[in-house]
């Protein structure tokens, strides 16, 4: 059902992101998702997707705005930081929680109308990044989406004291260039901090 793309830097990017380094992360932005609302309504709005699911999700901030609009039963996150999974279960009452890989989706083939990632693609080094978008557009049945900082060619950001954990991308390229028969692109736009992003750039791709 799943290809699992091991690779010793992968794993330990997520040991890091599982462990203390996670959990810092979580009380620093535990509150920095409240003006995301306005974004996810639209991009419902455009796709009517009817099931969701965010790789990387942690506690929640964008499944949060989706969940109300959805059943819970619809909308699921994946992530690896146990702390996150069990904020989110109670901030997002009803929403399917894994604990798992963004390399290794445990979902079948074409399993959910939107798969999407903000600010999960740019923490995957060189090895696993193909891997991960691989498994975003497998499990994806219509659109796949990203938000992440960008850059015009892959640029290495120096991330609280780690290297290798963080990566600008011309991540719409990517995508176009890795799956050119099975994805369009929709549309693009850029989520500034007045929108409760992290000045970041989105694209939302259809799957053929």
Known sequence: MTN???HPEAERLEALWAGDFGNDYIERNIDSYNA???FWQMILEETQAASVCEVGCNVGGNLQWLC???PGSKVCGVDINRTALDLLRDRVPGVRAFESPARALPFPDRAIDLVFTSGV???????????VMEEMVRVAAKFVLC???????????????HEGALFRRDYGALFLERFPTELALVKTGFLGKDQGFDDTTWWLFSRH
């Open 4 to 6: 699992d793309f091991a």
């Open 36 to 38: 995301r609302g306005p």
């Open 68 to 70: 109300p609009p959805l």
């Open 121 to 131: 693609l740019i923490h995957q080094p060189e090895e696993s990044l193909p891997g």
């Open 147 to 161: 938000a992440e900082y960008a850059d015009d060619h892959t640029v290495e950001v120096e991330y609280r004291g």
